[in-house]
């Protein structure tokens, strides 16, 4: 393959980035590239768009995933295929907790495996947890963004329209689960698998259904809320990147 060139992300070798910004959405890699000293677009096909950057003189990917496990499996596959060792999603979720409010970060400790994508790699008794220490880094920047955020367990799923929607939020709600995404267990599994460093800032952009408290408020302010999270979490991840590489250069 020449120069390495990945299939569906459409970049080669020769860049020596190691770390990549992760969101589903190829929207958001724009947001990100307005907290960055410079970036430059390299390549836009099908779900995955790609910008190359620096912040505070690290050099970062940033790469939409697409929707779902399976989409962002294949851009995680073919981003440590040129070499980047790092990896932070930042994403979007709906929360399981009547406590988290639009805007509001959570920061997955682990995730429950109800997707496909993690499957096909291994079965269900394989963890789908984060990197212990870039954990530790997201969650300092997050305190330090003063971002109001939660860390613990998401639940990732593969679908939002089946008849059992409501039972199975409702399921996993009971059992404490913080949020639901769709890509987190899948960026986890195999990342542990292939040794890739990985971490999931999620904004919610959905509150509990049934929630009303403060619901007015957050109608009227529900697109800045939103807005909001979605800057803090990109800065929360950026900011851990700096701290992770101060320690761990080489
Ligand atoms: O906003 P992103 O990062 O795409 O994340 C969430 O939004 C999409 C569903 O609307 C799924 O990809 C889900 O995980
Ligand atoms: O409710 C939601 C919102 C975003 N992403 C999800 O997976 N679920």
């Known amino acids: 393959m020449k120069n390495n060139l990945q299939p569906h992300i459409r970049i080669g070798n020769g860049y020596e980035v190691k770390y990549a910004l992760l969101p589903g959405d190829p929207g958001r890699v724009d947001e990100v590239a307005k907290f960055l000293d410079h970036s430059e677009e390299l390549a836009y096909n099908r779900e995955y768009k790609t910008i190359i950057g620096s912040y505070n003189g690290v050099k970062i ?7 779902g496990g399976v989409s962002a499996g294949i851009a995680i596959e073919e981003l440590k295929n040129i070499g980047v060792k790092v990896m932070i999603r930042i994403g ?3 929360a399981l907790q009547p406590h988290l409010r639009l805007g509001d970060l959570v920061i997955a400790s682990g995730a429950v495996r109800n997707d496909g994508a993690s499957y096909a790699y291994i079965n269900k008794a394989y963890p789908a947890i984060p990197d212990p220490e870039l954990l530790f880094h997201v969650m300092n920047a997050a305190k330090k963004n003063r971002s109001t955020n939660h860390t613990g367990i998401v ?3 593969d679908s939002f329209y089946t008849d059992k929607e409501h039972e199975i939020d409702k399921y996993w709600s009971e059992k404490g689960i913080l949020a639901s995404d769709m890509e987190t267990a899948a960026l986890f599994v195999i990342g542990g698998l292939r040794g890739i460093k990985t971490a999931s ?3 919610v952009v959905v509150e509990k259904e049934g929630d009303l408290e403060g ?3 957050d109608y009227i302010d529900e697109k800045n809320n939103s807005k909001r999270g979605e800057e803090q979490e990109i800065l929360t991840a950026l900011e851990a990147i700096v ?3 101060s320690i761990y250069k080489n």
Request: aromatic share 10%.
């Open 155 to 157: 639940r990732c799923h």
């Open 201 to 203: 800032i999620l904004n």
């Open 243 to 245: 701290s992770y590489e």
């Open 92 to 94: 979007s979720c709906g």
């Open 215 to 217: 619901g007015i408020n």
């Open 61 to 67: 990917f940033v790469s939409s995933t697409g929707i």
